[in-house]
Protein backbone atom coordinates (compact mmCIF):
# COMPACT_ATOMS: atom_id res chain seq x y z
CA UNK A 1 0.00 0.00 0.00
CA UNK A 2 1.10 3.42 -0.33
CA UNK A 3 3.05 5.14 2.32
CA UNK A 4 4.57 8.33 2.96
CA UNK A 5 6.73 8.98 6.16
CA UNK A 6 8.33 11.80 7.32
CA UNK A 7 11.81 11.18 8.74
CA UNK A 8 10.37 11.92 12.59
CA UNK A 9 7.70 13.21 14.80
CA UNK A 10 9.87 16.13 16.09
CA UNK A 11 13.06 17.93 15.70
CA UNK A 12 14.55 20.60 17.76
CA UNK A 13 17.34 22.53 16.55
CA UNK A 14 18.52 25.80 17.82
CA UNK A 15 18.31 29.31 16.15
CA UNK A 16 20.59 29.94 13.55
CA UNK A 17 21.11 26.31 12.31
CA UNK A 18 19.84 24.88 9.20
CA UNK A 19 16.51 22.01 9.80
CA UNK A 20 16.75 19.34 7.09
CA UNK A 21 13.33 17.57 7.54
CA UNK A 22 12.86 14.21 5.44
CA UNK A 23 10.00 12.76 3.17
CA UNK A 24 10.01 9.65 2.19
CA UNK A 25 7.01 7.38 0.07
CA UNK A 26 6.32 4.11 -1.20
CA UNK A 27 4.01 2.49 -3.96
CA UNK A 28 3.73 5.86 -5.06
CA UNK A 29 4.87 7.94 -8.20
CA UNK A 30 4.24 11.25 -7.28
CA UNK A 31 4.44 14.01 -10.37
CA UNK A 32 4.66 16.91 -7.84
CA UNK A 33 5.47 16.88 -4.20
CA UNK A 34 4.33 20.16 -1.84
CA UNK A 35 5.79 21.14 1.35
CA UNK A 36 2.99 23.08 3.82
CA UNK A 37 3.61 24.34 6.93
CA UNK A 38 0.61 24.26 9.36
CA UNK A 39 0.47 26.34 12.81
CA UNK A 40 -1.37 25.04 15.75
CA UNK A 41 -5.74 25.21 15.29
CA UNK A 42 -4.85 26.64 11.02
CA UNK A 43 -5.22 25.02 8.34
CA UNK A 44 -1.70 24.22 6.62
CA UNK A 45 -0.01 26.61 4.46
CA UNK A 46 1.67 26.23 0.95
CA UNK A 47 5.34 26.57 0.85
CA UNK A 48 7.18 25.34 -2.24
CA UNK A 49 6.09 22.68 -4.88
CA UNK A 50 8.46 20.04 -6.81
CA UNK A 51 8.63 18.55 -9.64
CA UNK A 52 9.68 15.18 -10.56
CA UNK A 53 11.91 15.80 -12.92
CA UNK A 54 13.32 19.05 -11.02
CA UNK A 55 16.05 17.99 -8.65
CA UNK A 56 16.26 21.02 -6.52
CA UNK A 57 13.93 24.09 -5.42
CA UNK A 58 14.99 27.27 -3.78
CA UNK A 59 12.68 30.03 -1.91
CA UNK A 60 14.30 32.36 -0.20
CA UNK A 61 15.63 30.54 2.93
CA UNK A 62 14.05 27.65 2.21
CA UNK A 63 15.16 24.50 -0.33
CA UNK A 64 13.37 21.16 -1.09
CA UNK A 65 15.37 18.31 -2.83
CA UNK A 66 13.31 15.53 -4.77
CA UNK A 67 15.01 12.21 -5.48
CA UNK A 68 12.77 9.87 -7.32
CA UNK A 69 15.29 7.41 -7.38
CA UNK A 70 15.45 7.04 -3.75
CA UNK A 71 11.44 8.00 -3.40
CA UNK A 72 12.86 11.07 -0.81
CA UNK A 73 12.30 14.59 -0.58
CA UNK A 74 14.74 16.80 1.62
CA UNK A 75 13.30 20.07 3.19
CA UNK A 76 15.65 22.50 4.70
CA UNK A 77 15.40 25.58 5.77
CA UNK A 78 18.42 27.69 6.52
CA UNK A 79 19.38 30.57 9.41
CA UNK A 80 16.36 29.22 11.22
CA UNK A 81 14.43 31.11 13.43
CA UNK A 82 12.17 30.53 16.24
CA UNK A 83 9.42 31.69 14.24
CA UNK A 84 9.59 28.80 11.93
CA UNK A 85 8.52 26.28 14.31
CA UNK A 86 5.59 24.93 13.89
CA UNK A 87 4.59 21.57 11.65
CA UNK A 88 5.43 20.49 8.31
CA UNK A 89 4.03 18.66 6.06
CA UNK A 90 4.97 16.84 2.79
CA UNK A 91 2.07 16.24 0.37
CA UNK A 92 2.47 13.76 -3.13
CA UNK A 93 0.27 14.34 -5.68
CA UNK A 94 -0.18 12.30 -9.26
CA UNK A 95 -0.47 13.69 -12.69
CA UNK A 96 -4.15 12.92 -12.96
CA UNK A 97 -5.19 12.47 -9.68
CA UNK A 98 -6.43 15.39 -7.92
CA UNK A 99 -6.55 14.04 -4.15
CA UNK A 100 -3.01 14.73 -2.42
CA UNK A 101 -1.83 12.50 0.18
CA UNK A 102 -0.03 14.03 3.02
CA UNK A 103 2.81 12.94 5.53
CA UNK A 104 1.74 12.59 9.32
CA UNK A 105 4.58 15.75 9.24
CA UNK A 106 7.60 17.14 11.67
CA UNK A 107 6.74 19.54 14.43
CA UNK A 108 10.11 21.69 14.46
CA UNK A 109 10.83 23.82 17.07
CA UNK A 110 13.74 26.31 17.09
CA UNK A 111 14.97 27.05 20.32
CA UNK A 112 16.61 30.93 20.57
CA UNK B 1 -9.11 38.73 -2.27
CA UNK B 2 -10.85 36.94 1.15
CA UNK B 3 -9.42 33.13 1.97
CA UNK B 4 -11.33 30.45 2.31
CA UNK B 5 -13.55 30.22 5.24
CA UNK B 6 -15.72 27.43 6.69
CA UNK B 7 -17.98 27.08 9.03
CA UNK B 8 -19.01 26.25 12.06
CA UNK B 9 -15.32 26.64 13.60
CA UNK B 10 -16.31 23.88 16.48
CA UNK B 11 -18.73 21.94 16.79
CA UNK B 12 -19.56 19.04 19.65
CA UNK B 13 -22.21 16.57 18.40
CA UNK B 14 -23.57 12.75 19.81
CA UNK B 15 -22.78 9.33 18.56
CA UNK B 16 -25.51 8.72 16.11
CA UNK B 17 -26.03 12.42 15.04
CA UNK B 18 -25.65 13.75 11.61
CA UNK B 19 -23.25 16.93 10.85
CA UNK B 20 -23.62 19.47 7.91
CA UNK B 21 -19.95 21.54 7.30
CA UNK B 22 -19.54 24.00 5.19
CA UNK B 23 -16.81 25.38 2.60
CA UNK B 24 -16.52 28.98 1.01
CA UNK B 25 -13.62 28.82 -1.18
CA UNK B 26 -11.56 31.61 -2.78
CA UNK B 27 -13.36 33.46 -5.46
CA UNK B 28 -12.54 32.09 -8.84
CA UNK B 29 -11.22 28.70 -7.43
CA UNK B 30 -13.43 25.74 -8.84
CA UNK B 31 -11.95 23.02 -7.23
CA UNK B 32 -12.85 21.82 -3.18
CA UNK B 33 -10.84 19.25 -1.37
CA UNK B 34 -11.96 17.87 2.32
CA UNK B 35 -9.55 16.56 4.73
CA UNK B 36 -9.87 14.84 7.98
CA UNK B 37 -7.50 15.72 10.50
CA UNK B 38 -6.44 13.94 13.74
CA UNK B 39 -3.30 13.36 15.92
CA UNK B 40 -2.79 9.42 15.15
CA UNK B 41 -3.70 9.64 11.06
CA UNK B 42 -2.79 13.00 10.21
CA UNK B 43 -4.14 14.69 7.08
CA UNK B 44 -6.66 12.30 5.58
CA UNK B 45 -8.17 13.14 2.02
CA UNK B 46 -11.84 12.73 1.74
CA UNK B 47 -13.16 13.35 -1.43
CA UNK B 48 -12.59 16.53 -4.05
CA UNK B 49 -15.11 18.35 -6.38
CA UNK B 50 -14.88 20.33 -8.79
CA UNK B 51 -17.42 22.36 -11.04
CA UNK B 52 -20.03 20.64 -8.93
CA UNK B 53 -18.49 16.91 -9.84
CA UNK B 54 -17.11 14.78 -7.50
CA UNK B 55 -14.13 14.00 -9.42
CA UNK B 56 -12.07 12.29 -6.61
CA UNK B 57 -12.53 10.09 -3.35
CA UNK B 58 -10.54 8.69 -0.25
CA UNK B 59 -11.06 5.76 1.18
CA UNK B 60 -13.91 6.72 3.69
CA UNK B 61 -17.12 4.83 4.65
CA UNK B 62 -20.37 5.88 2.74
CA UNK B 63 -20.87 7.80 6.02
CA UNK B 64 -18.93 10.62 4.42
CA UNK B 65 -20.74 12.52 1.20
CA UNK B 66 -20.23 15.88 -0.05
CA UNK B 67 -21.50 17.91 -3.03
CA UNK B 68 -20.64 21.30 -4.16
CA UNK B 69 -22.74 24.29 -6.12
CA UNK B 70 -22.58 26.13 -8.83
CA UNK B 71 -20.73 28.88 -6.89
CA UNK B 72 -18.41 26.18 -5.97
CA UNK B 73 -19.61 26.53 -2.39
CA UNK B 74 -19.04 23.16 -0.65
CA UNK B 75 -20.85 21.25 1.87
CA UNK B 76 -19.58 17.83 4.02
CA UNK B 77 -21.92 15.55 5.48
CA UNK B 78 -21.09 12.88 8.17
CA UNK B 79 -24.18 10.71 9.00
CA UNK B 80 -24.58 8.29 12.24
CA UNK B 81 -21.60 9.84 13.84
CA UNK B 82 -18.91 7.58 15.61
CA UNK B 83 -16.42 8.68 17.97
CA UNK B 84 -13.96 8.31 16.02
CA UNK B 85 -15.58 10.95 13.45
CA UNK B 86 -14.08 13.08 16.32
CA UNK B 87 -11.45 15.33 14.07
CA UNK B 88 -10.19 18.64 12.75
CA UNK B 89 -11.97 19.11 9.04
CA UNK B 90 -10.45 20.74 6.49
CA UNK B 91 -10.70 22.05 3.43
CA UNK B 92 -8.86 23.40 0.78
CA UNK B 93 -9.50 25.47 -2.72
CA UNK B 94 -7.71 25.66 -5.86
CA UNK B 95 -8.15 26.47 -9.22
CA UNK B 96 -7.97 23.00 -10.04
CA UNK B 97 -6.74 22.63 -13.81
CA UNK B 98 -3.68 21.34 -12.47
CA UNK B 99 -1.24 19.10 -9.86
CA UNK B 100 0.97 22.18 -9.41
CA UNK B 101 -2.18 24.62 -8.26
CA UNK B 102 -1.61 25.35 -5.02
CA UNK B 103 -4.32 24.79 -2.38
CA UNK B 104 -5.20 27.22 0.06
CA UNK B 105 -6.76 25.62 2.92
CA UNK B 106 -9.67 26.81 5.22
CA UNK B 107 -8.90 27.32 9.34
CA UNK B 108 -11.05 24.12 9.92
CA UNK B 109 -14.04 22.87 11.79
CA UNK B 110 -13.73 21.31 15.07
CA UNK B 111 -15.82 18.20 15.37
CA UNK B 112 -16.36 16.62 18.83
CA UNK B 113 -18.63 13.40 18.79
CA UNK B 114 -19.21 12.64 22.26
Known amino acids: SQKIEQNSEALNIQEGKTATLTCNYT??????LQWYRQDPGRGPVFLLL?????KEKRKERLKVTFDTTLKQSLFHITASQPADSATYLC???????????FGAGTRLTVKP | KAGVTQTPRYLIKTRGQQVTLSCSPI?????VSWYQQTPGQGLQFLFE???????NKGNFPGRFSGRQFSNSRSEMNVSTLELGDSALYLC?????????????FGPGTRLTVL
Open chain 2, 49 to 55: YFSETQR
Open chain 1, 27 to 32: NYSPAY
Open chain 2, 92 to 104: ASSRGTSGTDTQY
Open chain 1, 91 to 101: ALCTYNNNDMR
Open chain 2, 27 to 31: SGHRS
Open chain 1, 50 to 54: IRENE
